[in-house]
């Protein structure tokens, strides 16, 4: 078993848009460890939701188009796993995820707790990736003695995310519970299976600031104490400082930098990372933005995707695209001029 959980490497991704074709993901690399909490980070628009999608295998049929790349996850290639395999015993089992809006992941029509009983009559850790694996009666047959351990471990995993009175819950309709009572529900929702690995895409854009706090430190505490790993896409540094382990990140389609936080947040190397370090807000509340503009995917900028943009920019990088490498333990840039000096405005 190595201490690589998953592995993406050179995933080329496109869209059939009315406007041609739109290259969103350009031969990206992402890595995460065993356990370890990972945070995508980028500009809306930069495909975080398209590789995480991607990695769940919930690209839209289409108009995704998957040009080169492999995705491996556990030491098995996702992208040469055949569709049920990947339905039955990966998606929702080994991998889960946790969305944008909790919201609309709810069946309004059904109570919450008839609704995760029927994650687990599928899901459920009490099968396992034979039975899961199976086709048939088997994983749709909820028997009674394996209902009892899944409402048990139900009633457990609610109390661990810190819901009151788990069973009234599970009674109540989805309208009936808070925002942040609905994310709650969806971390518990994504842990319940005992995945290997949780997806959450923007998972507290949605709620108020103190809400969002308080979440995030719930998911981070339950997944370090369970050893799962997160991958955790946010556009905010910020958050992803507070609670990630490793950082990646994206702009129009490309992994710019990878790094371990700390290594990260002293030492941004690529001269995007670098002003986006600077365009938090500052101490008096102002804002330092990057001037130009997202380029489109459909025609993307020849060379560094980033050139059009940069202050470092020279002849080569409006030519030739820049390939990742090494600037220190762990740390890869994808940049021919990466920058060394501290910035000037660090998270604090
Ligand atoms: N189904 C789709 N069809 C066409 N274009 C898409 C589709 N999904 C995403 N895109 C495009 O891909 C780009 C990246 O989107 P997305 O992955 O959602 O970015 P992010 O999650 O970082 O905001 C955007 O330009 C978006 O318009
Ligand atoms: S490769 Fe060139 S244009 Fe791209 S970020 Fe580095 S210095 Fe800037
Ligand atoms: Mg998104």
Redesign the pocket.
């Known amino acids: 078993m190595t201490a690589e959980l998953l592995r993406v490497r050179d995933l080329a991704v496109s ?1 059939a ?1 009315e406007g041609g074709t ?1 290259k ?1 993901l350009d031969r990206v690399n992402l890595t995460i460890g065993r356990g370890q909490i990972v945070g995508l980070v ?1 500009e ?8 995480a999608r991607s990695i769940l295998g919930v690209l ?1 049929r289409n ?2 188009q998957i040009g080169s790349g492999s995705i491996v996850f556990d030491d098995a290639d996702l992208l040469k796993v055949d569709p049920a395999t990947l339905e039955r015993t990966v998606r929702g089992r080994q991998i889960s995820f946790i969305p944008q809006d909790p919201y609309g992941s709810f069946n309004p029509v059904f109570t919450i707790g008839s609704q995760i009983m029927e994650l687990m009559k599928w899901k459920s850790p009490e099968l396992n990736d034979r039975q899961a694996a199976r086709s048939g009666w088997l994983p749709r047959f909820h028997g009674r003695q394996r209902y009892r351990a899944d409402r048990q471990r139900v009633l457990e995993m609610l109390a661990a995310v810190q819901l009151p009175n788990p069973d009234a819950i599970l009674a109540k309709y989805p309208h009936e519970v808070s925002g942040g009572q609905r994310q709650r529900l969806m971390i518990a929702m994504a842990l319940l299976t005992e995945p290997k690995l949780i997806i959450a895409d923007e998972p507290t854009t949605a709620l108020d600031v103190t809400i969002q706090a308080q979440i995030l430190k719930l998911l981070r505490q339950l997944a370090t104490g369970r050893g799962v790993a997160v991958l955790f ?1 946010t556009h905010d540094l910020g958050t992803a400082y507070e609670i990630c382990d490793r950082i990646t990140v ?1 702009y129009a389609g490309q992994e710019m930098e990878e790094a371990p936080s700390e290594g990260f947040f002293n030492r941004p190397s690529h001269p995007y990372t670098s002003r986006l370090l600077r365009s938090l807000p500052s101490n008096d509340g102002g804002l330092v933005g990057i001037p130009g503009e997202i380029p489109s ?1 459909v025609n993307p900028p020849i060379g560094c995707r980033f050139h059009p943009r940069c202050e470092y920019a020279t002849e080569i990088c409006c030519s030739q695209r820049p390939e990742p490498h090494d600037v220190g333990v762990d740390h890869v840039v994808r940049c021919y001029h990466p920058v060394t000096e501290k910035p000037k405005q660090a998270v604090q």
């Open positions: 869209f848009t739109a969103v980028g809306s628009g930069c495909g975080k939701t398209t590789l839209p108009s995704a896409t994206m995917l």
